[in-house]
């Protein structure tokens, strides 16, 4: 299994026969764990299978129902709400946990402030803040207040954070699901160079791909249970999902029906200008799902709303099935059959501290209303029929959303979007935080939807998924379209040359094309 | 673990299961009433608690409409003096009025329509300021709640505006008479809080005060016209302070600097009792109803007993707010 050499060393952290409750819903069962310092452990495993917890266990944020944890190989009782962090284990959450209105700079210091004279020493704070960043390749101005920052920068200012505290452990919850293909590089560079110090490192991530390329050891959960801990180099990316899964996993992408060049141009964008992007131009055929690749900041979503209302535009027109429209509402959108889902499902696609029933029917509760007033039962049928339809696991309807994994809130907004019956529906990052499984899943259903005569643009930073899906590709570059790709020229390399600006096409004459 | 249809209608909404802070409320107004019966052996006489509950009811009719305005994250500290200009002016119009309609309802209906517009009006006044002008609703309802409070002062010329005598005997009844025994104002309460209850469980509007309280981003990808939503949160405060002060008018038939002082906080206070989040995201109209009574009784029941002094009563309610919050961080912890 793994190295005699590399068992040599002892683990820095391990759980012994933990399990975990909430309530009375057994979550974790007897799960033994440890990490090694200087390697990389990742923890792998669908929806809800409970890596989210063991880690919080593992940082002292949980305290487990059974078992025991030991640091140093002393058995330990890990003080609760992150001070663990002051022993050195140091935990990124899954969810962002930025102060929304502090600085970045604020932010990276926030509970540890440098102090001179006992007044704060902003200036060396800027200072710090601002190397810190540098390390990582990002450009944000440590006095940028953090809600003015992009999820991916937000991801980034949490990853500075954590890595410029003295970390013995460091532990990651899908540190790269809302990070682009090169700020992921440099995130596993920072890790690399930790784990040469000596630090480690336990990472999350359901990109088995990543988790091939970083991590030294790989633990399965499935249900709670351990299946399996094992040295990567035993393994590869399909053995991966077997275990995850418990089934094989074949066919990820379901096969491309023929894209029907005659079919009507359901929705045409030109020339529109809004606040960061310019001069957008494309087509969307009935049937068909466009990819829209990029990097991550390029524009994307910013197209998106603005073409349904979410922001304002200042140029260019939009044509639906040859009317033109002119959405300054979602609710205009909604209505006339368009629907965008969001990828910040945090943010701005979920209620967290409600129900799984308000935050489904919330966009379209006037399906469910009778006489003026709302019908709950029509609202619990409409649950039942997205669980099942999306197989959203929670452990009842009455918790909290917040609660839920990430995973299944991703399954939750999912269904939200499609509440509203949409024709064409926009979906940002529609498989962020989700497990193979479920992602193939996920796959189907889009196929499903365009093959039965709905249009759908997908915005993926996966180079896979959109490759995997599209019929055709826009990609973008600093807010312009870069080129469109379709048939044979969607290749992963192609992309990234537009996406990166090594290659540009005038790509007027193509749009419709 | 899928959901099943008929788990998801047992359980609100919120928390998990019916814990104390679904019930907090509840056991803490049945305390109190332990707590009157024996201490006092007329607490439960019909007199007593109609008089408990016909006093609570103008505060009460305020707080249902703060309950809508708090769950979708705003505040209203304009209330108590917006009640006091309803008053002045209502009187003002009435008494105005006389020469020409005569002594009767003609007149008195006039004041009553005068008094729900200009409620009506004070409410649009904030909820666009505070949705369209981008103001936090905490400055703009502290700004007007000094505007309607120097208003009435000027208005009354620094003393009292009067009703006039004849038209107050025809108006009197309006607080003191009732149907089946039960006075007006209880019933008038009663019907706002059904109302109000079915309006936030059970209506589209309801749902969405919850939702741009709990997260106004979320609420505005969904499609809800969030500007719109708490516009009228603030135009139906408005409108039950003009409800509340109809009834509160024929109780003295008078107004002054001093009418309808502390109402915001008491209304606030009762919405907190009952279980509504200050933060927004979640709110009961049962509760507050539950939260105004609580508050009275503190009063009615230091009135009745002779160890503790009355003059404590803003010490007891104080304490019961800060319990009632303590409770409800209790259950959200769980
Ligand atoms: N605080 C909590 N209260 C109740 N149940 C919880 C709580 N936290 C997690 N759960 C439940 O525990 C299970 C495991 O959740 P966890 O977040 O650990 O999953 P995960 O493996 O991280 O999934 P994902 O890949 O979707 O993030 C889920 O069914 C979840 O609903
Ligand atoms: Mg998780």
Redesign the interface.
């Known amino acids: 299994m793994v190295d005699a050499q590399e068992t040599s060393v002892a683990p820095i952290l391990s759980a012994h026969r933990v399990s975990k409750s909430f309530?009375e819903?057994p979550v974790l069962f007897s799960i033994d764990f440890d990490v090694r310092p200087g390697e990389v452990h990742a923890i792998i495993g669908e929806n809800g299978a409970g890596k989210s917890t063991l880690i919080k266990i593992l940082s002292g944020i949980e305290q487990p129902t059974s078992g025991s944890i030991a640091f140093d190989g002393q058995t330990v009782e890990l003080p609760p709400d992150g001070k663990a962090e002051a022993m050195g284990i140091v935990l990124i959450h899954q969810e962002l946990n930025l102060a929304e209105h502090l600085t970045v700079a604020d932010s990276i210091f926030l509970g540890r402030e440098l102090k001179r004279f006992g007044f704060l020493d902003t200036g060396e704070m800027r200072r710090r803040a601002r190397a810190v960043m540098e390390t990582l390749h990002v450009s944000v101005d440590p006095d940028a207040r953090i809600n003015t920052l992009s999820v991916a920068d937000k991801q980034m200012v949490e990853i500075a954070k954590a890595i410029s505290r003295d970390a013995r452990v460091l532990i990651m919850d899908e540190p790269t699901a809302v990070l682009s293909v090169s700020e992921t590089q440099t995130l596993f560079e920072q890790i690399k160079r930790l784990t040469a110090r000596g630090v480690a490192v336990v990472f999350i991530s359901h990109k088995l791909d990543e988790i091939m390329e970083l991590a030294n050891r790989v633990t399965v959960l499935r249900d709670g249970q351990l299946i399996a801990t094992v040295g990567t180099q035993a393994l590869t990316p399909d053995s991966i999902a077997q275990m995850m899964v418990g089934r094989e996993l074949s066919n990820l992408y379901p096969p491309k029906h023929e894209p029907n060049v005659d079919a009507p141009v359901v929705l045409r964008v030109r020339n529109l200008d809004a606040a960061t992007v310019k001069n957008i131009s494309f087509d969307l055929r009935k049937g068909e799902i466009l990819g829209f690749a990029g990097l991550i900041g390029s524009g994307r979503t910013a197209v998106a709303e603005a073409v349904v209302g979410?922001a304002q535009k200042s140029a260019g027109e939009v044509t639906l099935n040859g009317e033109p429209v002119n959405f300054t509402?979602?609710?205009q959108?909604?209505d006339a059959g368009v629907a965008?889902m969001?990828k910040d499902r945090k943010?701005?696609?979920?209620?967290?501290?409600?129900?799984?029933?308000?935050n489904l029917t919330?966009?379209t509760?006037?399906n469910h209303?009778r006489a003026?007033?709302?019908d709950?039962?029509s609202e619990?049928?409409a649950?039942?029929r997205a669980?099942?339809r999306f197989d959203?696991?929670?452990?009842?309807?009455?918790?909290?959303v917040g609660r839920l994994s990430g995973g299944n809130q991703q399954k939750l907004m999912l269904g939200?979007t499609m509440e509203s019956d949409p024709d064409i529906i926009i979906m940002d990052e529609p498989t962020r935080g989700i497990d193979v499984g479920t992602k193939q899943q996920i796959y189907h259903i889009i196929a499903a939807l365009a093959a039965e005569g709905k249009a759908v643009i997908v915005i993926s930073s996966e180079l896979q998924e959109v490759i995997g899906l599209s019929h055709r590709v826009v990609v973008m570059r600093t807010g312009r379209i870069a080129g469109v790709l379709e048939g044979a020229e969607i290749t992963e390399e192609e992309i990234m040359r537009y996406a990166a600006g090594i290659k540009q096409s005038g790509h007027d004459e193509r749009i419709s094309a | 673990?899928?959901?099943?249809?008929p788990?998801?209608?047992a359980?609100?909404?919120?928390?998990?299961r019916p814990d104390l802070k679904t019930i907090g409320p509840l056991v803490a107004l049945a305390l109190l009433i332990l707590l009157g019966i024996t201490l006092n052996e007329n607490f439960l006489s019909y007199n007593n608690i109609t008089n408990v509950l016909a006093r609570s009811s103008f505060i009460g009719i305020i707080a249902i409409g703060a309950t809508f305005v708090i769950t979708s994250g705003g505040l209203d500290l304009s209330v108590g003096s917006m009640a006091a200009v309803i008053a002045g002016v209502m009187i003002m119009v009435m008494n105005w009025l006389i020469p020409s309609f005569g002594i009767g309802w003609s007149v008195i209906l006039a004041g009553m329509a005068a008094g729900i517009l200009i409620g009506g009006a004070a409410g649009i006044g904030n909820g666009l300021m505070i949705t369209r002008g981008r103001i936090e609703a905490f400055i703009v309802t502290l700004g007007t709640m000094g505007i309607f409070r120097s208003l009435v002062t000027f208005l009354a010329d620094g003393g009292t505006l009067s009703l006039n005598f004849q038209v107050a005997d025809v108006y009197r009844p309006v607080y003191y008479d009732g149907l089946l025994g039960i006075p007006y104002p209880i019933l008038v309460f009663a019907l706002v809080a059904i109302g109000g209850e079915?309006v936030m469980?059970?209506?589209?509007f309801g749902?969405?005060c919850?939702?741009i309280g709990?997260?106004e981003?979320?609420?505005?990808?969904?499609?809800?016209?969030v500007d719109n939503v708490r516009l009228i949160t603030y135009i139906l405060q408005g409108i039950l302070v003009g409800v509340a002060v109809l009834l509160y008018v024929p109780r003295l038939g008078s107004a002054s600097s001093t009418t309808g002082v502390l109402w915001e906080l008491e209304a606030i206070a009762a919405v907190i009792i009952g279980g509504t989040t200050l933060k927004g995201?979640?709110g009961r109209v049962w509760g507050t109803v539950v939260g105004v009574v609580i508050l009275g009784l503190i009063g009615n029941i230091l009135n009745l007993q002779s160890f503790i002094s009355p003059y404590l009563n803003g010490a007891f309610q104080g304490v019961i707010i800060i319990l009632a919050v303590l409770l409800q961080r209790g259950g959200r912890r769980d």
Request: charged share 25%; aromatic share 6%; net charge positive.
């Open positions: 309530g819903i979410l509402r979602v609710a959108s909604v965008y969001t943010g701005k696609g979920l209620l967290l501290n409600m129900g799984l029933r308000p919330l966009l509760l006037k209303l003026g007033f709302l709950t039962s619990d049928r649950l039942e669980v099942r959203i696991r929670a452990r009842d309807a009455s918790v909290a939200k | 673990m899928s959901v099943s249809a788990d998801i209608a359980k609100p909404a919120r928390g998990f079915i469980r059970r209506t589209s749902r969405h919850a939702a709990s997260n981003q979320v609420a505005r990808y969904s499609s809800i016209n995201g979640y």
